[in-house]
């Protein structure tokens, strides 16, 4: 027998308010019980998991998601998500269309956002 991920555990100050940012951002519902001031916050359909934890972020992330926009380009998805309270870290799209953005979430998660399939296709 083999082990399935259930979710992916992401440590932050406030469990509801991260869990609030990642909601929106991957148009996704947190979990119908969960309350402002809760120590979890669950996003069930994206399986992650966001626990209030005592210490706070001091270095870089050892994993990141990628995100790949479903209606809209890349470039439109990162001005939404700057717009939801993302900041950008480090810009490396190219003249040419192709890269990526590297943005954190509002406690300094890193993340990328990637082409759309769209993108890709032209």
């Known amino acids: ?5 259930r979710h992916v555990t992401i440590d932050c100050a406030d469990a509801y308010a991260l ?5 929106q951002a991957l148009g996704r519902p947190l979990h119908e ?16 998991l966001f626990v209030t934890v005592p210490e706070a972020k001091t270095t ?3 994993l990141h998601l990628d995100l790949q926009p479903q209606d809209r380009t890349r470039d439109e998805e990162v001005e939404r998500l700057l717009a939801l309270g993302a900041r950008l870290i480090d810009d490396r ?7 990526w953005a590297v943005l954190a979430d509002p ?16």
Do not use: H, Y
């Open 33 to 48: 019980e969960d309350q402002p001031g809760d120590p979890e916050a669950l996003i069930e359909a994206a399986g992650l």
């Open 93 to 99: 799209r190219n003249p040419d269309g192709t890269g």
């Open 60 to 62: 870089k992330n050892r």
């Open 107 to 122: 406690e300094g998660n890193e993340f990328c956002v990637e082409r759309s399939a769209g993108e890709r296709r032209d």
């Open 1 to 5: 027998m083999t082990s399935a991920i």
């Open 19 to 23: 869990g609030s940012f990642w909601s």
